[in-house]
T-cell receptor
């Protein structure tokens, strides 16, 4: 079964500093990978997705992620954190029925 | 452009009571899903449907039933609620096909507390 692993449930980052959230996947076939963001008391919103077209994927709000097959990773980055980036972030892998298997999430806190 | 709408948004139940969560989508999507979100657990798939009249079990189906009588609606039922079912429930939908590349559209969630 496909799965993803996110380490470190809470991540604190200073405003203006690099945001790095790690995601490693396990899949027997080329995966479709996603990052979703959840703002407080809201549903999930797509940040970006990897579907094999390009290994470096750019998403909304200045986020990007790089697919590295050799490392089975799909880490999410943003060069400079804003206060508005405070949210929970989920990595997910999809199967052929678009069923998503989620990681446990990273709660990002931005320190002024 | 409503997308995915869940009702109710909040509900408090007593142990043993029953209830139904309603999910409605207006995007003509074939696939629909119910997830539950618990702290530190991410989202886990309860049941899903790949078309009107069809349903299938996900990762954590015990204690829940679902129905998809109309393409636009996906109902999640709890026949006898238990405190372990206290959670936030999310419905999602997606178009058919693309072998997993399609993006899911999520509702805003339904917060259920079972006392």
């Amino acid at each position: 079964a496909q799965s993803v692993t996110q380490l470190g449930s809470h991540v604190s980052v200073s405003e203006g500093a690099l945001v790095l959230l790690r995601c490693n996947y396990s899949s027997s076939v080329p995966p479709y990978l996603f990052w979703y963001v959840q703002y407080p008391n809201q549903g999930l919103q797509l940040l970006l997705k990897y579907t094999s077209a390009a290994t470096l994927v750019k998403g909304i709000n200045g986020f990007e992620a790089e697919f590295k097959k050799s490392e089975t990773s799909f880490h999410l980055t943003k060069p400079s954190a804003h206060m508005s980036d405070a949210a929970e972030y989920f990595c997910a892998v999809s199967d052929e029925n678009n069923r998503l298997a989620f990681g446990k999430g990273n709660q990002v806190v931005v320190i002024p | 452009n409503a997308g995915v709408t869940q009702t109710p948004k909040f509900r408090v139940l007593k142990t043993g009571q029953s209830m139904t969560l309603l999910c409605a989508q207006d995007m003509n999507h074939e696939y629909m899903y119910w997830y539950r979100q618990d702290p530190g657990m991410g989202l886990r798939l309860i049941h899903y449907s790949v078309g009107e009249g069809t349903t299938a079990k996900g990762e954590v189906p015990d204690g829940y039933n679902v129905s998809r009588l109309k393409k636009q609606n996906f109902l999640l039922g709890l026949e006898s609620a238990a405190p372990s079912q206290t959670s936030v429930y999310f419905c999602a939908s997606s178009p058919r096909g693309s072998s997993g590349a399609n993006v899911l559209t999520f509702g805003a969630g339904s917060r259920l507390t079972v006392l």
